[in-house]
Structure formats: structure tokens, C-alpha cells
């Protein structure tokens, strides 16, 4: 019931639909940008032919983990979507007429958490049909290798989504809280590259391999589970840089997902409407 009536406020909401639209869109082209530049620029090319020339990110072994990574930047913007929803609700005040009208505190905020959950779960299932698709078109046998990247994606559109809850009731202005979520976002992506850096001198320095530790940060922890197929490249470097403690990052994530789920509610429990 309450679901119904959360999307009974957004169905006919413009920027909805044009955020829906562009995400559908963009998880589509992004995908064929990586597609044809591979097929197009990088098999064309000498060096391509002669390292990557049996290379192909959306053959059904790898089409899960490419579609995947590639659509993982775009995230921002159901997050984007979430923020103006909810920040909407403090707007024009009908959080505090929802809770007049009989809802509780909590059942306002859990169908808030419940939204971002779904928004995670049909960006989902788009990946899904977006990677069965390229990868019906690669001439490859149809394979479940290297699905569980499809879990890590999920993980991480449920991470931001649930950031997204969480600045969205600690600002409760939308301008304001849009910003900070780009601010917070080129913050971390900036300590994230510092401390990768900084892994790669401690193995090198004093053979003590830590793991990416930029890794370990709230948003950065699922962006490291989402990682481009390997190809004959990226062995290459692979072997200078830290180790992928994918399940210690994958642990991190889900802490932080916990954590943003706790403080979104908390908040608004004791915050004033």
C-alpha cells in the first residue's frame, strides 16, 4: 500500500521520466561506445591485433563483468533521482502531511529505503538484459561465467542509492544535497587514488601487499568489486599493482551499506520535519 502510493507521487513526475529515459538510454549506448571502440579501433589497430586480437569484453564469458563495469558510472544518476525525491518531500512538506495523515516515522522512512532498494534492483535487471543481449550477438556460447559480477553491480547501485537516502535526509535541500554528494564523491574518488598510490609504495618499498587501500572507503569499496575483464594489458600492469582482496572489499561494501541504511534512519527518526 504504501509502495502504491510512492508511485502514485513519482509516475507522472517529469524528472523521473526524463532520468528513467536517460539511464535506460545511456546503459545502452555507453555499452555500444565500449563495443565498437573495441571491435572498430582497438582489433584495428597493430598493437591491438598482435596482444588483443582473440579479446572480446562481450563474449558471454565476460559480457556480466563488462556490461557491468560500463554501466557502473552511471549510477549517479538514480541516485540523482532518489535525492530529488526525497528532498521534494521537506520541499513541499509532505513528509510532515504524510505522517498527519497517519503514517508512522518509521513506515515514512523504510518506504524511502524500499524505494532505493527497487531502483537498485530494476537498474539490475536492466544490466542483465543489456549483457544477455551483447552477449547473444557475440557468436559466443551462452555461459553464467562470471555472473556474479552482476551481484557486485547490484551492490553497488544499492550502496549509492542508500548514500543517496542518507544525504538526502541530512540536507534536505536538494540543491544542497546534490552538491554534496559531488563533492563527497570527487573527495573520495581523490583519498581513493592517494591511497592506491600509497599500496602500490608499501609493496614495492617494503614487499607488504595491503590490497588496494582506496578500496576500502565507503563508495569506493563497490566500485572496486567492479573491475574491467582481464586481457593480456591489464595482466601486464596487474602484476605491479596490489592484490584484489575481493572478498575483504565485498565485506567493507556491505559494513557501509549497513551503516547508510542505520544512519538514514536514525536521522529522520530524531530530526525535525
Known amino acids: 500500500m504504501l509502495l502504491k502510493t510512492e508511485w502514485l507521487k513519482i509516475k507522472n513526475y517529469m524528472a523521473f521520466k526524463i532520468l528513467a529515459i536517460f539511464f535506460g538510454a545511456g546503459v545502452i549506448l555507453t555499452n555500444y561506445i565500449v563495443y565498437a571502440i573495441n571491435k572498430n579501433i582497438v582489433h584495428k589497430s597493430p598493437t591491438g591485433q598482435m596482444i588483443l586480437s582473440s579479446f572480446n569484453p562481450y563474449e558471454f564469458t565476460k559480457t556480466w563483468q563488462t556490461t557491468s563495469y560500463t554501466t557502473g558510472y552511471l549510477l549517479i544518476l538514480p541516485a540523482m533521482l532518489i535525492i530529488i525525491l526525497l528532498t521534494n518531500e521537506y520541499t513541499y512538506r509532505t513528509s510532515r502531511q504524510n505522517i498527519?495523515?497517519?503514517?508512522?516515522?518509521?513506515?515514512?522512512?523504510?518506504?524511502?529505503?524500499?524505494?532505493?532498494?527497487?531502483?537498485?534492483?530494476?537498474?539490475?535487471?536492466?544490466?542483465?538484459?543489456?549483457?544477455?543481449?551483447?552477449?547473444?550477438?557475440?557468436?559466443?556460447?551462452?555461459?553464467?561465467?562470471?555472473?556474479?559480477?552482476?551481484?557486485?553491480?547490484?551492490?553497488?547501485?544499492?550502496?549509492?542509492?542508500?548514500?543517496?537516502?542518507?544525504?538526502?535526509?541530512?540536507v534536505k535541500k536538494t540543491g544542497f544535497a546534490i552538491g554534496l554528494y559531488f563533492i563527497y564523491l570527487g573527495?573520495?574518488?581523490?583519498?581513493?587514488?592517494?591511497?592506491?598510490?600509497?599500496?602500490?609504495?608499501?609493496?614495492?618499498?617494503?614487499?607488504?601487499?595491503?590490497?588496494?587501500?582506496?578500496?576500502?572507503?565507503?563508495?569506493?569499496?563497490?566500485?572496486?568489486?567492479?573491475?574491467?575483464?582481464?586481457?593480456?594489458?591489464?595482466?601486464?600492469?596487474?602484476?605491479?599493482?596490489?592484490?584484489?582482496?575481493?572478498?575483504?572489499?565485498?565485506?567493507?561494501?556491505?559494513?557501509?551499506?549497513?551503516?547508510?541504511?542505520?544512519?538514514?534512519?536514525?536521522?529522520?527518526?530524531?530530526?525535525?520535519?
Do not use: C
Open 100 to 170: 498527519i495523515d497517519g503514517w508512522s516515522r518509521s513506515q515514512f522512512i523504510e518506504v524511502k529505503l524500499q524505494m532505493a532498494l527497487l531502483a537498485a534492483v530494476f537498474t539490475t535487471v536492466l544490466v542483465i538484459l543489456t549483457a544477455l543481449g551483447f552477449g547473444l550477438t557475440s557468436g559466443t556460447s551462452f555461459s553464467f561465467s562470471g555472473f556474479s559480477h552482476i551481484g557486485f553491480f547490484f551492490l553497488k547501485a544499492l550502496s549509492y542509492n542508500m548514500f543517496a537516502v542518507f544525504i538526502s535526509v541530512l
Open 187 to 273: 573527495a573520495e574518488n581523490l583519498l581513493s587514488f592517494m591511497l592506491d598510490f600509497a599500496s602500490g609504495n608499501i609493496k614495492t618499498t617494503y614487499g607488504r601487499d595491503l590490497g588496494s587501500m582506496g578500496d576500502y572507503l565507503p563508495l569506493s569499496s563497490s566500485d572496486g568489486l567492479l573491475t574491467f575483464p582481464d586481457n593480456p594489458m591489464k595482466a601486464a600492469a596487474k602484476s605491479l599493482m596490489p592484490a584484489d582482496y575481493t572478498w575483504v572489499v565485498a565485506g567493507f561494501a556491505l559494513l557501509y551499506l549497513f551503516l547508510f541504511m542505520y544512519w538514514s534512519r536514525r536521522r529522520f527518526m530524531r530530526a525535525d520535519l
